[in-house]
Structures are given as structure tokens and as C-alpha cells.
């Protein structure tokens, strides 16, 4: 196991040295991994001094400027020279051959290098003076430095690849032919991509008529939404030029706005002569002279006021006018069209609530007979939604079910004859006889809060759900279960019980977190043990970060940290002797944890609650139905490795933050060094938790001998996020600090909340968050925009896996264009969740199977019809 894992690690170091990723330049400081380690510790601190005197590591290795970046995620096979990459392959240089021949058009299908740098072929030469290069080509290409030579020379990247039309004339001469047509040139193939019918399967695979009603619910407004926005930028063009241009979606190509680095969806605007593209929302901002940020001074360079590089036509550097920009569309001729009257069409047929406030929301189906057939085919569906539903069932569940299913068409086929609206539950009371779970989910109208209109649509906070036992066991009974928190959050005690769906999604949709107990049941937790990473890893380098200080201490092999989990005489000190409260950064590394660690990946998967929600392939995890041919979202699983700071009540193991998407954390392993007395802290450990305002369930739980806590989180709804900045703002001022425009407080991360903090939120702004204490073997549930903090109370390993839910939709929309105005410093300005990809292709599938569902029982009662 750990042979195959260390070769999997060796294998995707090389492939990572070779492959160009998004926005990643070789930083001069990369010769840091080729030096020897230090002799002492006192070295690594002095050299940590030094550092804050130059840019920080994050800039120089993961931003360059505005010239240099590029915007595309690609692989490419590498090349032996630089000199050899602008030469014509012999297939190449036989198919231009041909185009010259017949003076036909076609679709560029070289980058701009290299069909300006070209050698005349053998019977002719070429000229192309008129075909001007785009901004990628020339800047990744202009004579690279040494220390990024061997990066960039394999990097191939062209804004017009497959984008725009070229022609030869008689003469030999290549020329700019137009752009194509996205209503005429798509093929049936790039149409099958955006557009649902009945041949192409959806992408993400098992859905069934109750999930897909589910994820019409919550995702189907945000849908509207974004089809309404894409509608404005026909109003918003003021190029006179009435033609749109089509960039075809290729494969492992990921296009983004170059002003703000949001994912180019579909309606966007390009400059002819340099391939600058610019987004929905930077165009609109600036045509209402709004600037997304002020302009840094690092960038300043290459940027207008308004943040907009300057175009790099030969005939010098420019600003780019609005009025010459053209528009452009990336999703195939008027699928979005189809798509958007679709979706609302299915929803009115299958009963799925309405709150867009469009005109096609109001349309009702006055077909009594297909109403039937619609209410029969939601009756049968939900006969199979106990366990079934999920591909992971075992033989004994599938059993039961069965069993199940015979009852349910017993009770069915009687209800039937007598006229009665019978639905399965799980509890037949007066309550819950008749009663659809997905058109119940919204009862109250008037409870639903919409805040931050116009922004990025409505967002959609459902107010606090607080529960009894006696409520949630008469909901689902049979459903091991207690509520912490005075009855706001959930702990489920069975990880794998088929029933948990039901208590989880009555709180996940009211953007609470979630506690499941006893996962550990389910993973070999010999393979996460600090021994066994020592063992595998302990002689690869990684950077560790001191908690205390906030320094990194560069370059370490992780033995120095793996070995102090368990030994306090054997971690690393500072300058001043004293022993460091480390966290390994950032490990491990590359962007996909199945590669590096695949035993464990394994393991973990294996053993993931919930999960229709949290696996890759989770049929409530929208992000599985982006097809394949786009660049995946770097989803984790994640892991975040440090020691116990319950002697530190101020110093958190990670500050307050939120995330763009939901995520679990697992807790795989707790532990307190065995070298010295424990008692100190334990009791430290204790009262930290009081001190964390924990109720009375969770301290007695925490007080237990065969428990033993490992970290204290702080979770706040994402509704309270803003009140939770203005506090921190008014903090900074307090201390005599100025406000840093482009920044914020909570994505900074510069913030731990202490008793004091916490006791000020609760008292001015009446914001109370969720302390939770995650044991051994514990899951904790964030929701997508939940501010959160954890210390480490004991010395901890956790692994998280982040995926999208269809409850939290409306708040990772919000979050993107949130995160879009931040400064190009934060590691979250990029948006590289593509969320309105992903509410598109999860609408498109979702859309698909009910309509095909409708048509094959039409067709089955035809045939009964026609028998008869």
C-alpha cells in the first residue's frame, strides 16, 4: 500500500512539472525546494524575518500580471524546444497546404505563434501580416526567463484556437474570415451538449423522478434568474455591429473573464484584435461607470482604470471601447432559449413551486388526464425512494425494499379504487397521510426571506428550523438521533442508517449544519494514523505554518511535524526555545487527492456519509452533472493536519472564513502527546468547550472517559455574514487601523472570534452561532456561505470533501459575484466552482428525465390502448 501510494506521489510530481495549470507561473523562489534544510530552527525563523520584507510566497508563485496570465486550463503533450513548437508538423503543414489550395475558410486550428512564426513550406511562402496574434500567444511566448523556461515553452495557449475563421486567397496570403455563426455552424454534436433531447444520456447518471423534482425546487429560480441576466446583455451591447460570435466549448479548456476571473458562461464580449474577453457583470459595471476594484499597483501597467487590460494590437497598446467589442456566445445556437421555457413548462407539469416571478411561472396545465398521469407517476416514485434511490444499497436493504414496494402497491391499488390521495411515509398519521414532500417543502410562503435583490438574484434564507425529539422522531422514527444547541443542530448517531435523508434535509435546507456521529465505523483508521503518514511521507518536504505567529516555516520534512504529534520533546522550537503549534500546509499537494493518496482516497470514499450528497458521483450533488468535457472543480477531499491548541484560547487553527460550496470534515484522528503530563491539557481542553458556550448534552458528552474531543467550531448562519463584518470592521477601527478597500474581513481570514468577540456579536447584532465539538469519528456539515472557525482542542487529522447542494444553489451564486470584487491577493478570487455551469447542466439533466419519463408512460397507456 504505501510502495503504490509514494509512486503515485512520485508520478504526479512529474506530471505537475509538466502540465500548465490556470494562473500558476514558476516562482522565483522554487529554487527553495533544492536547498539544504536548515541546521536549526533559529534559521528558519530569522529567514521567515527576512521574507516579510519581500513579496509573500503566494504572490510571487501563484499571480504575475494582467500580460502574463493565462486563461485557459489545458493539458498539452510537451514539445523537445521552444524553436521546434513554431514549426508545422508534417500533417499540419499538409492541411494548411490544402486550404491554400481551395481557398476555403476554416476554423483556426493553430495557435497565433505559430502561425506567424511559420517557415515557408516547400512550394511557397506565407504571408499573414494581416492575421493579428492574441494576447496569450504573444505573452507566453516572448522569450521566457530561465527560471520559467522549462514551464512556459510546453505551454500552449491561444484566445482564437478554434474560435476564429481564417481564409488563404490566390496569392497565398491568410486572412480573418469572421467569426462563426452560433445558429449555423454548431453540428448536432455541440448542440448535445447544452441542449436536453431524446438520444444523449444525461451526465449525471441515477436520477429519479423525486431527485430531479428536488434539485427543480431549489435550483429552478436561481435558473430563471440567470436565463433572465443573459437576456439583458442583448440591451446592454453597444457595438453597432448587430453579429454575435460563437466560441465553441472545448474540451479541458476553462474560459474566464480577464477582469475579474469569474468563469465565462455564455453571453461575454471579445476584442477581434487580441481575444480580451470580458464578462456580463464587468460589462455592466462599467457601462454604469462602476469599478470593480480599485486599481492595484502591481497592475497598474497593464490596466485602465477600470481594471481592463489594454489591447495588445501591434499598432500599440490601447484601451478597449465598449463600442468595438464584440459579443459573443459560447452555448450552442438558442439552447438557452429551449432550456428556459422548458424548465418551466416541467415544473408547472410536475407540481414543483413556482417563486421566479415570471410571466411563464403563472401557466397552468388544464389537461386533466395528463394531470392524472403526473400524479400517479409522483405516487409510484415515492414508493421507491427509502432505499433504492441510492446505487449503494446492499442486498439486505434492496430486500426490504422490495417488500416494501409490495406493501406500498397493496395500499396504492386500494387508495385507487376508493378515491383517497395516498402517499407512502413513513409515519401514516392524519399529518402526514396525502402529504408530497416536494410541494410541502415550501408550505409557508411568507416565512421565505429574500435579501440582497438584484445583486445575483434572490437569495433564499429559510428562517431557523429548532426541533423537539418527540417532532423529528414522529417524523422519522426508527432514526437514531439527539439535537444539541438548543434544538438547532442535528447529531445523527447511525452514519449509515437509510433514513437520515429525512432529519438532514428538514435542517440542510434551512442553512443549519449538520453533526453525523460514528463514521470512523466505516474507514481503516490504521491508514490515518500520524505513524503511518510519517512512514509514507516523512521524507517529502512541505511548508508548516506556526499557529502562534502566523509564520511559515518553510520547506520541512514532514517527519519534523508528524513526529511531534505524539512527542513533545521532538517538535520543532523558535527563536525564543519554546515549542511551535504547527499546521501543515497545504498537503497534499496537486489538485486531486485520488492520485496522490489513492489507498485512502479509497477508504474515505467508502465511508462518506450521506452519500447522494457528498461522493463525486452523488446524485444530489449537482456538481456530477458538469459533463466531462469541462475543466472538473477541485472539489478535494482536502486534508488539514495540526496539533491541539486548547492552551491557546485566542489562537485559532483556522480563522473565521466561509467557503463557496458545502463541504463534510471528518475527524480521523485525535490525539495528545504521551511524553508529558496530560492533565493540563485535559482541563484546558474542558474548559476551552465551556468557555465555547456549549450546551449541557455536549459538555456531558465531551466529560465521558471513551470520548475524546478534538476540535471546537464555531459555525454562524450565512444570513448573519454582513452583521458579522460590520463588527469586525468597527473592531478595526476601534484599534486605530484603516479599512483596506478590495478586502473583507471574513475571506482575509485574519480573524479568530474569542468569548469576547462572540459575546459582542450575540449582544449588538443578535448573531449566536453553533459551538460544535467534533469528536473522534465525528462528521460536521458546513452549509456554502456559513461563516466558520475551528480550534484544534486536542492534536487532530481531518479530511474534508466539498460538494453542491441543491439547497444551497442560490448562496454559491451570491457568493461568486462576492467574490469576484475582492483583490487578486485572496486565494478565493477565482472562481473555479463555474456554479452557473454547473445550475445549467443540473436543470438540462433534470428536464431530461422528466420529460422522458412522461413520454414512456404516455407511450405505455397508448399501447394498452391500442391492445384493448
Not at 223 to 243: I, M
Request: hydrophobic share 35%; glycine share 6%.
Amino acid at each position: 500500500m504505501p510502495q503504490t501510494e509514494l509512486a503515485a506521489v512520485a508520478a504526479v510530481a512529474a506530471q505537475t512539472s509538466a502540465t500548465a495549470s490556470r494562473k500558476r507561473t514558476v516562482s522565483p523562489l522554487s529554487c527553495l525546494s533544492m536547498r539544504s534544510d536548515p541546521k536549526s530552527i533559529i534559521e528558519i525563523h530569522i529567514s521567515n524575518e527576512n521574507k516579510t520584507k519581500k513579496p509573500c510566497l503566494e504572490t510571487q508563485s501563484g499571480n504575475g500580471t494582467p500580460e502574463a496570465k493565462p486563461r485557459q486550463d489545458k493539458e498539452l503533450k510537451p514539445s523537445s524546444s521552444s524553436q521546434a513548437e513554431t514549426l508545422l508538423t508534417d500533417e499540419e503543414e499538409l492541411r494548411h497546404k490544402q486550404y491554400r489550395e481551395s481557398c476555403s475558410i476554416f476554423l483556426q486550428d493553430l495557435p497565433c505563434f505559430k502561425l506567424q512564426q511559420q517557415q515557408p513550406t516547400r512550394d511557397t511562402a506565407v504571408a499573414v501580416a494581416e492575421v493579428p496574434k492574441c494576447r496569450e500567444c504573444r505573452k507566453r511566448h516572448d522569450a521566457p526567463s530561465s527560471s520559467e523556461s522549462n514551464a512556459t515553452s510546453n505551454d500552449v495557449y491561444c484566445r482564437f484556437y478554434e474560435f476564429r475563421r481564417l481564409q488563404y486567397n490566390g496569392k497565398g496570403e491568410l486572412s480573418v474570415a469572421g467569426f462563426p455563426n452560433p445558429y449555423i455552424e454548431p453540428t448536432k454534436e455541440d448542440c448535445s451538449i447544452w441542449q436536453p433531447d431524446g438520444t444523449t444520456a444525461p451526465t449525471s447518471g441515477f436520477m429519479d423522478i423525486q431527485v430531479c423534482r428536488y434539485i427543480l425546487l431549489h435550483a429552478g429560480d436561481q435558473f430563471c434568474y440567470l436565463w433572465r441576466q443573459e437576456a439583458e446583455a442583448l440591451k446592454l451591447h453597444e457595438n453597432s455591429d448587430g453579429t454575435i460570435a460563437w466560441k465553441k466549448a472545448v474540451k479541458g479548456i476553462r474560459e474566464i473573464c480577464d477582469v475579474c476571473d469569474t468563469t465565462l458562461f455564455n453571453y461575454h464580449w471579445t476584442c477581434r484584435k487580441c481575444g480580451f474577453g470580458v464578462c456580463l457583470d464587468c460589462f455592466k459595471d462599467r457601462k454604469e461607470g462602476q469599478r470593480l476594484r480599485r486599481v492595484e499597483t502591481s497592475l497598474q501597467k497593464g490596466c485602465d482604470e477600470y481594471h481592463w487590460g489594454l489591447c495588445t494590437d501591434p499598432s500599440g497598446s490601447q484601451q478597449h471601447a465598449m463600442t468595438e467589442l464584440m459579443l459573443t456566445q459560447i452555448i450552442a445556437g438558442d439552447a438557452l432559449n429551449v432550456l428556459g421555457r422548458l424548465l418551466h413548462e416541467v415544473r408547472t407539469l410536475w407540481q414543483v413551486p413556482q417563486v421566479c416571478g415570471c410571466l411563464l411561472s403563472k401557466q397552468e396545465v388544464k389537461d386533466p388526464q395528463l394531470n392524472a398521469f403526473i400524479q400517479d407517476m409522483i405516487k409510484e416514485s415515492q414508493l421507491k425512494q427509502h432505499t433504492s434511490f441510492s446505487s449503494l444499497a446492499t442486498e439486505q436493504k434492496l430486500h426490504q425494499q422490495q417488500r416494501l414496494e409490495q406493501l406500498h402497491s397493496k395500499k396504492l391499488e386500494f387508495a385507487r379504487e376508493r378515491g383517497i390521495d395516498y402517499v407512502p411515509g413513513r409515519a401514516w398519521t392524519k399529518e402526514t397521510l396525502g402529504k408530497d414532500p416536494i410541494t410541502s417543502a415550501f408550505d409557508n410562503f411568507k416565512h421565505i426571506n429574500f435579501l440582497r435583490k438584484g445583486l445575483a438574484g434572490l437569495r433564499r434564507f429559510l428562517p431557523p428550523r429548532a426541533m423537539t425529539l418527540a417532532q423529528s422522531t414522529q417524523l422519522a422514527p426508527g432514526v437514531p438521533h439527539e439535537w444539541l444547541c438548543d434544538g438547532k443542530l442535528l447529531r445523527l448517531t447511525d452514519a449509515m442508517h437509510p433514513d437520515n435523508r429525512v432529519l438532514y434535509q428538514e435542517v440542510w435546507k434551512c442553512g443549519q449544519p449538520v453533526m453525523i456521529s460514528e463514521v470512523a465505523r466505516s474507514l481503516n483508521l490504521d491508514l490515518w494514523r500520524p505513524e503511518a503518514f510519517c512512514r509514507d511521507f516523512g521524507d517529502k518536504p512541505n511548508d508548516l505554518i506556526n499557529c502562534l505567529n502566523g509564520n511559515l516555516v518553510p520547506n520541512q520534512p514532514m517527519r519534523h511535524f508528524w513526529e511531534g504529534f505524539q512527542c513533545m520533546s521532538k517538535r520543532l522550537l523558535d527563536a525564543n526555545g519554546k515549542h511551535m503549534l504547527l499546521k501543515l500546509k497545504d498537503w497534499p499537494p496537486g489538485d486531486d487527492f485520488a492520485e496522490i493518496l489513492p489507498t485512502r482516497f479509497a477508504d474515505l470514499m467508502q465511508g462518506l456519509p450521506m452519500p447522494e450528497y457528498t461522493l463525486r458521483t452523488g446524485n444530489l450533488n449537482i456538481a456530477s452533472c458538469l459533463p466531462k468535457m469541462f475543466v472538473p472543480p477541485d472539489l478535494g477531499p482536502k486534508m488539514y493536519n495540526a496539533y491541539g491548541s486548547a492552551l491557546y484560547p485566542q489562537k485559532g487553527t483556522t480563522n473565521l472564513h466561509l467557503d463557496i460550496s458545502d463541504a463534510v470534515n471528518i475527524m480521523v484522528y485525535v490525539g495528545i502527546p504521551q511524553d508529558e503530563d496530560s492533565k493540563p491539557q485535559l482541563a484546558a481542553t474542558q474548559r476551552a468547550i465551556a468557555m465555547g458556550g456549549c450546551d449541557y448534552i455536549t459538555r456531558s458528552r465531551c466529560q465521558s472517559p471513551e470520548v475524546l474531543p478534538g476540535a471546537l467550531w464555531h459555525i454562524f448562519p450565512a444570513r448573519d455574514a454582513d452583521k458579522i463584518r460590520d463588527l469586525l470592521n468597527r473592531v478595526t477601527l476601534e484599534k486605530g487601523f484603516r479599512l483596506e478597500p478590495d478586502h473583507d474581513p471574513i475571506h482575509d481570514q485574519n480573524w479568530y472570534l474569542d468569548d469576547k468577540l462572540r459575546a459582542r456579536l450575540f449582544k449588538e447584532y443578535g448573531v449566536e452561532g453553533h459551538p460544535i465539538v467534533q469528536c473522534l469519528g465525528d462528521a460536521v456539515f458546513i452549509p456554502a456561505g456559513a461563516p466558520h472557525q475551528v480550534q484544534n482542542l486536542h492534536n487532530c487529522i481531518k479530511v474534508a470533501e466539498d460538494f453542491v447542494s441543491p439547497e444551497n444553489i442560490t448562496h454559491c451564486y451570491h457568493l461568486t459575484h462576492e467574490f469576484r470584487r475582492l483583490s487578486h491577493s485572496h486565494t478565493n478570487h477565482e472562481d473555479k466552482l463555474q456554479i452557473k455551469n454547473i445550475i445549467y447542466h443540473a436543470i438540462k439533466d433534470c428536464c431530461h428525465i422528466l420529460t422522458r419519463a412522461l413520454d414512456e408512460r404516455i407511450d405505455v397507456e397508448m399501447s394498452k390502448l391500442q391492445g384493448d
